[in-house]
């Protein structure tokens, strides 16, 4: 099947690039063989960093393949970007290629993801990623399995005499709104520092500094004591009633309680949502 698809068609003001992102694992055959049919401009490949705190062997092997394939694509005249990824580690996978999809998509370049060059572990997130952001996903199916002595090295673990890709059909992932998905995403940063949670006072002010509609700050010639006092009382009412409630009845979010008082923590729902927003680079982009 064709990866060419209404999407690539060129930009007022200019032509786009064709981006491929290939998480790899022990794999050769399957991240080059779509490019016989297919033309593209960069690709973006994924594996574990060269000191990753892993069996030495198996980094050893791991990058043997990366070498091979960014060979290969170079000589296909395709520009190659290493990106260390934690491909073990699902939340930085989700990071990592959201972030990518979202940068490449807001360049106004055509993005496509290899679901079939990495792990199972891996794949999971590879594909959710590409859902949420709608790049094309696509599999390249295998002939057979490297048995015989030397096919691993050539072809890695699987084998492709004829390249057959399909592309995965879209199904629609239902996102928090915007306003929610970024205050996901600071939860998700201040726990990752370890600061804890945050109060509806927080999250207005977040709200504010992220010039979120109704949150607007006061003009000096409002700042009377009661009407700040009724503002104040408005906003914790559309907070908590609104954008907290809707985050906790999706799992997202839940309240922790100290006497009267509470503070918003983050949920593991949560956190894959922060991550597959692409707003969080991770350990391999921009950090």
């Keep these: 099947m064709s990866m060419t698809n209404e999407n690539d068609r060129v930009l007022p003001g200019g032509l786009r690039d064709v981006v491929h992102i290939i998480p790899l694992g022990h794999e050769i ?3 080059v063989a779509p490019f016989t049919k297919n033309k593209a401009d960069r690709a973006y490949i994924l594996a574990v960093p060269p000191d990753a705190g892993l069996d030495a062997g198996m980094v050893k092997k791991q990058h043997y393949f990366v070498g091979r394939v960014t060979e290969r694509l170079q000589e296909l005249g395709i520009a190659v970007t290493f990106v260390p990824v934690a491909m073990f580690d699902i939340l930085d996978v989700l990071r990592v290629v959201s972030c990518l999809i979202r940068t490449e998509k807001e360049a106004g370049n055509a993005v496509y993801v290899n679901m079939s060059s990495c792990g199972r572990k891996t794949s999971v997130a590879v594909t959710l990623a590409a859902m949420v952001h709608e790049a094309v996903l ?3 199916s295998a002939d057979r399995y490297a048995t015989a002595d030397g096919e691993e090295c050539e072809h890695g673990l699987s084998i492709v005499e004829d390249a057959r890709t399909e592309v995965f059909q879209h199904f629609r992932i239902m996102m928090p709104r915007p306003e ?11 726990q ?9 006072e927080e999250i207005i ?4 500094d992220a010039s979120v509609h109704g949150y607007e700050r006061l003009h000096t010639a409002e700042r009377d004591a009661y009407l700040r006092a009724g503002k104040k009382r408005a906003l914790l009412n559309r907070t908590n009633r609104g954008y907290l409630k809707e985050l906790e009845e999706q799992g997202y979010v839940e309240r922790r309680w100290q006497g009267r008082n509470f503070s918003i923590r983050i949920t593991k729902a949560g956190e894959h949502i922060a991550c597959v927003s692409g707003l ?6 921009g950090r």
């Design 205 to 208: 002010g977040f709200f504010h």
């Design 192 to 200: 990752e520092a370890g600061a804890g949670g945050m109060t509806s």
């Design 138 to 140: 696509y599999y390249v």
């Design 29 to 31: 055959d399957r991240a």
């Design 280 to 285: 969080i680079p991770g350990s391999g982009v």
């Design 180 to 190: 929610n998905v970024r205050l996901l995403v600071e939860l998700f940063r201040r």
